[in-house]
């Protein structure tokens, strides 16, 4: 301390309280500490967005594939492959923006500040990644989302109308909701809890192909004439691609490395594998024997219902999730669609919409301390959190299944909806596509 410095502590010691005069002396704090980048999230989150890509291409593309007739195995493995390529792009001109910024709406939609990626830059930040690296890791579930509509109408949609379908759908259904639950809006506000994508995702998807079933309407010959699955074997490879990939879907979704994220680990997996006995289980007794399709459609009922649950419920609860899930989109594709008569070619609204609901609903249940959840928080009991979730699974279905069914008419208007009988009878994949799977 310099001579005069000293002078000056003297001088203020008479007269000022020693705190006061401490503040007076210390050197300037920043007033908030400016944030670091973690290079262990931010790799961990680079490997995440690689997992929830494979996911998609090839994951989804494989499975859905497989269950279709041969004819038909290329334009469904377009029609996943292009629509990822297409809203990837959409999503860094506009969709982020409206996603995951403030906007004159914002308690239902973000705004425009960041359209085109405005501003980001190498070195900002999103918490303790570079914002590039959050972007991408969304935009792999803004384009996800899209792809799982497919499985609904597979085999008989025009590619063009499925590429208009996608586009408006992400910017109209797509971002409001993730907005309404991750973005600042009245869902998230309201105390909705989704971890990795229950309400925003699966429950999405699932309205809009419930929809596209009824307004687009049946295959030609269903449900008289039978229609296998033309491989099983591509089928259960998509799925164990969608299995590994999820990791990063969910635990991704923890957006840092630590405690939680090791929680969704072990809820994730416990949950898939016992969706795969619950599912096999049902089957078993229901129909005499264990398939594989079954186990499989297990596998991914369970990854549905443990995605909003994953962080906030504990490991026993995760595996009564998921068998609860797997016997009840079980049911769902097995009794309720034959029921109602609406052709869901791969059960899209059966495993995404039916398992996304039950894993909403199911969080609010198992988050229960006694349950070995994470408890609620101050002054919200399971009674409060349950009814919260089924206001999130509520505005989900109204406002996608309304937004979806006009933008299905809107689509019709343009360019059509249906292909030809012609076409359909011939397959998809030579007379939209100009090429065959397999060939001999």
Not at 193 to 218: M, Q, R, S
Request: charged content about 10%; proline content about 4%; glycine content about 14%.
């Amino acid at each position: 301390m310099t001579h005069a410095k000293q002078n000056l502590s003297a001088a203020l010691l008479r007269v000022l309280p020693a705190g006061l005069m401490a503040a007076l002396l210390a050197t300037p704090a920043l007033a908030q500490e400016e944030a670091v980048m973690d290079t262990g999230s931010t790799a961990w989150m680079i490997t995440a967005t690689v997992l929830v890509i494979m996911m998609t291409v090839p994951g989804l593309a494989l499975f859905y594939g497989g269950l279709v007739r041969a004819k038909n195995m290329l334009s469904v493995l377009m029609q996943v492959f292009v629509t990822f390529s297409l809203l990837s792009v959409i999503w860094a001109l506009c969709g982020y923006s409206l996603a995951f910024t403030e906007g004159p709406m914002n308690s239902v939609i973000g705004g425009f500040s960041k359209a085109f990626l405005a501003g980001v830059t190498p070195d900002s930040l999103s918490g303790v990644m570079p914002e590039y690296v959050f972007i991408t890791f969304q935009l792999t579930f803004a384009s996800i989302t899209p792809a799982l509509i497919v499985g609904a109408f597979a085999e008989r949609l025009k590619f063009s109308a499925v590429l208009l379908f996608m586009a408006l759908w992400l910017l109209l259904c797509y971002c409001p909701i993730a907005h309404m639950v991750w973005g600042g809006g009245f869902l998230g506000s309201l105390g909705a809890k989704d971890f990795a994508g229950g309400t925003v995702v699966h429950i999405n998807a699932g309205i809009a192909a419930l929809v596209a079933c009824l307004v687009v309407g049946k295959r030609v010959g269903y449900p008289r004439e039978p229609m296998p699955p033309h491989s099983l074997v591509m089928t259960m490879i998509g799925a164990s691609l969608l299995w590994v990939g999820w990791f990063g879907f969910n635990v991704g979704s923890e957006l840092a490395v630590d405690g939680v994220a090791a929680m969704v680990l072990v809820n994730t997996h416990l949950a898939t594998a016992a969706a795969v006995l619950g599912w096999m289980g049902a089957e078993w007794l229901g129909r005499g024997k264990p398939t594989m399709l079954g186990a499989a459609s297990g596998a991914i009922a369970g990854l549905v219902a443990i995605t909003p649950a994953c962080g906030f419920i504990g490991p026993m609860g995760s595996i009564v999730l998921g068998v609860v899930a797997a016997v009840i989109c079980y049911w769902a594709v097995t009794t309720l669609k034959g029921k109602f008569g609406y052709d869901d070619s791969l059960d899209v609204f059966g495993v995404h919409g039916v398992g996304g609901i039950v894993g909403a609903l199911g969080t609010g249940i198992l988050m229960a301390p006694g349950l070995g959840g994470v408890g609620y928080g101050e002054g919200v009991s399971m009674i409060g959190q349950f009814v919260t979730q089924a206001v999130a699974v509520g505005v989900t279905l109204v406002w996608t299944g309304v937004i979806s069914w006009i933008l299905f008419k809107v689509v019709g208007a343009i360019t059509g909806l249906r292909v030809s009988e012609e076409i359909e009878r011939h397959g998809l994949d030579e007379m939209l596509h100009g090429e065959t799977a397999y060939h001999g």
